[in-house]
């Protein structure tokens, strides 16, 4: 991801969406950083995003969560400054993939050892059967990531609530890194 700050001081910070699974339209990065007015549809394979925070400039990979697309997420650890994990919180069945395949992301060697910082979006907070983002962060075992700073934010990508402090907290995290 290219990143730039309001001072024009170039930064490159690839972060990397990965939503879980083949969800409904609106719970992908994809959708998450889309205008709330345009369609939004799921990721198929993956795409890029452009987007623009109030002191940064957002390139964000986002890759399907679909089981036969996960093996390209590794593609792009070595590059990625930030991880942005979307999760279906009204899923609950999903929630123990979500686990598995999160485990096996922080095990990845171009993971494991650096301290890059960790977004978790619990979506579709609007749903009725939705898990708290406290709950998610239960069941996805958060409190163990210990080398890695993260956040977990309650979302709904539709109507784009928690999206901004989400990525308020990502800003933060990824100049802290760079100075």
């Given amino acids: 991801m290219k990143v730039k700050s309001e001072s024009e001081v170039s930064q490159s910070c690839p972060t990397l969406s990965n939503p879980m699974d083949c969800s409904p339209p609106g719970s992908s990065g994809h959708g998450i950083f889309q205008a709330q007015s345009q369609d939004i549809v799921p990721t198929i394979g993956f795409s890029i995003q452009k987007f623009k925070s109030s002191s940064l400039s ?91 700073p993260w956040h977990i934010c309650a979302s709904d990508a539709i109507k784009g609530e928690g999206l901004q402090e989400g990525v308020d907290w990502l800003q933060d995290q990824i100049q802290a890194v760079k100075t």
């Fill in 58 to 148: 957002f390139t964000v990979f986002d890759m399907s969560g679909q089981g036969r697309y996960r093996n390209l997420w590794e593609h792009y650890y070595k590059e990625g400054q930030a991880i942005i994990f979307v999760i279906d919180s009204s899923d609950k069945l999903r929630m123990v993939v979500a686990k598995e395949e999160l485990r096996t992301l922080l095990n990845h060697p171009d993971i494991k050892h650096r301290r890059i910082p960790i977004l978790f979006f619990a979506n579709k907070m609007d749903l009725r059967d939705a898990l708290t983002s406290v709950k998610v962060s239960q069941l996805l075992c958060l409190e163990d990531i210990k080398d890695k």
